[in-house]
């Protein structure tokens, strides 16, 4: 398997623009987790899918965000408008089983987003 | 509040030495504790899980841990290389639909 897969790697936009992050989980897997990164506050788990439905997304910063997952190979997080605050590598994480993360996570390449 | 808490945040030591991470939560109900490495520009991999009864968990020259008691755990790296230079994340889980708590991390660099 290839293991989970992001696009793009790298996202250079600028602020007011439309941002879309493309993850496609290992086959087989039954939830989805997207994760946003920096120095200041490590990982952060934005939202979180079991089987396509969303469980959780406290996580989500504000409205500008949001995430779909719709089918069991295929989920985007979107923001817009996108603020130079949202600059910070975003994962995809995938695992076997259900639940919010009891199951060991595999986590993709990670996309940088840099909001100019 | 849940909280994972690690130490030292980062950390240079000389090839073939050994070094401890330190893990402290405070994170309940448990689940189980998972160590990840993170190299730079990639996506975290599980080296180890433990869960409430077991103490040690070995990965190769990985070693974690788990003290339940005081909710402490520690990552044990036996004779370092230059690829263990990386970032080392302690996750506490819950479990069921409860998320997890990430620690902020420790950056261990191995110099030759």
């Known amino acids: 398997d290839a293991g989970v897969i992001q696009s793009p790697r790298h996202e250079v936009t600028e602020m007011g623009q439309e941002v879309t992050l493309r993850c496609k989980p290992i086959?087989?897997?039954?939830?989805l987790f997207w994760y946003r990164q920096t120095m200041m506050r490590g990982l952060e788990l934005l939202i979180y899918?079991?089987?396509?439905?969303?469980?959780?997304d406290s996580g989500m910063p504000e409205d500008r965000f949001s995430a779909k997952m719709p089918n069991a190979s295929f989920s985007t997080l979107k923001i817009q408008p996108s603020e130079p605050r949202d600059s910070a590598v975003y994962f995809c994480?995938?695992?076997?089983?259900?639940?919010?993360?009891?199951?060991?996570?595999?986590f993709g390449p990670g996309t940088r987003l840099t909001v100019l | 509040k849940n909280q994972v808490e690690q130490s030292p945040q980062s950390l240079i030591i000389l090839e073939g030495k050994n070094c401890t991470l330190q893990?402290?939560?405070?994170?309940?109900?448990?689940?189980?504790l998972r160590w990840y490495k993170q190299d730079t520009g990639r996506g975290p991999v599980s080296l180890t899980i433990?869960?409430?009864?077991?103490n040690t968990k070995s990965n190769g020259r990985y070693t974690a841990t788990l003290d339940a008691d005081t909710k402490q755990s520690s990552l044990h790296i036996t004779a370092s290389q230059l690829s263990d230079s990386a970032s080392y994340i302690c996750?506490?889980?819950?479990?069921?639909?409860?998320?997890?708590?990430f620690g902020t991390g420790t950056k261990l660099q191995v110099i030759p």
């Open positions: 994480a995938s695992s076997p089983g259900q639940g919010a993360g009891s199951d060991t996570q595999y």
């Open positions: 086959s087989g897997h039954n939830s």
């Open positions: 899918f079991n089987n396509n439905v969303p469980i959780d």
């Open positions: 893990c402290n939560y405070t994170v309940s109900p448990f689940s189980n």
């Open positions: 433990m869960t409430f009864s077991e």
């Open positions: 996750v506490v889980s819950p479990g069921g639909y409860q998320k997890v708590t």
